[in-house]
């Protein structure tokens, strides 16, 4: 069974710039995640999808970033314009439903300069 | 609020030793899932057990051992005979059930060195 596949791998952007990230998640799971990781910390939350439905929104600075599960399969997650801050890890998981473990892909390795 | 506290930062042990990641939570929560997630250097989080607040029994599988204690709110990770390939960050993680089910709260991390 093939795992969560994100693209790119690694990016390397200015300040101000704008970016994306795409995420496949395993097949038929239901429930899609967005999770940023600042180096030495652990995973944060940013965003829960449903299918095609946002679940869980609420730690996603919504003034920059913007993610989106167009047909309840692929997912993009943007972030316009990036500060250095934004620098990290972003990875994407998937689970069957909300009831079930999360699987995570080998994430984007995102350096703004 | 939820907290998960790792406050092992780094561990370095000789293969073969055995060496327990400590792992205490906080939540208001009445049923919640627990988690452990390995992250070798390849950077894939990957899955190693999930446990629900309602089962206390121990969990053995293989080399791997946990301990959740709901008394003292931790819930330890033990593995035996360590080997080099065991080497990776180690996360412990707690989501409550319902409601905010699949918010996944980390702890910062344990980072295990074995050498050989």
């Known amino acids: 069974e093939a795992g969560v596949a994100q693209s790119p791998r690694y990016k390397i952007i200015e300040k101000r710039q704008s970016v994306a990230f795409w995420c496949n998640p395993i097949s038929g799971h239901a429930t899609l995640y967005w999770y940023q990781q600042i180096l030495g910390q652990g995973p944060k939350l940013l965003i829960q999808f449903q299918n095609n439905g946002v679940v869980d929104d609420s730690q996603l600075p919504k003034d920059r970033f913007s993610a989106e599960r167009l047909k309840g399969v692929d997912s993009t997650l943007k972030i316009q314009p990036a500060k250095l801050e934004d620098s990290a890890v972003y990875l994407c998981a998937s689970s069957l439903d909300r009831d079930h473990e999360q699987y995570f892909g080998p994430g984007t390795r995102l350096t703004v300069t | 609020a939820q907290k998960v506290t790792q406050a092992q930062t780094e561990i370095s042990v000789v293969e073969k030793e055995d060496v327990t990641l400590d792992c205490v939570y906080e939540?208001?929560?009445?049923?919640?899932?627990l988690f452990w997630y390995k992250q070798p250097p390849s950077g894939e989080l990957v899955f190693l057990i999930r446990?629900?607040?309602?089962?206390?029994q121990n969990e053995i599988s293989g080399r791997y051992s946990w301990n959740f204690q709901k008394s003292t709110s931790s819930f330890n990770f033990t593995i035996t005979a360590s080997q080099v390939v065991d080497s990776a960050v180690y996360f412990c993680a707690l989501t409550p059930y319902g409601g905010s089910q699949g918010n996944l709260i980390f702890g910062k991390g344990t980072k295990l060195s074995v050498k050989p």
């Open positions: 446990r629900n607040s309602f089962d206390e």
């Open positions: 939540t208001r929560d009445t049923t919640y899932y």
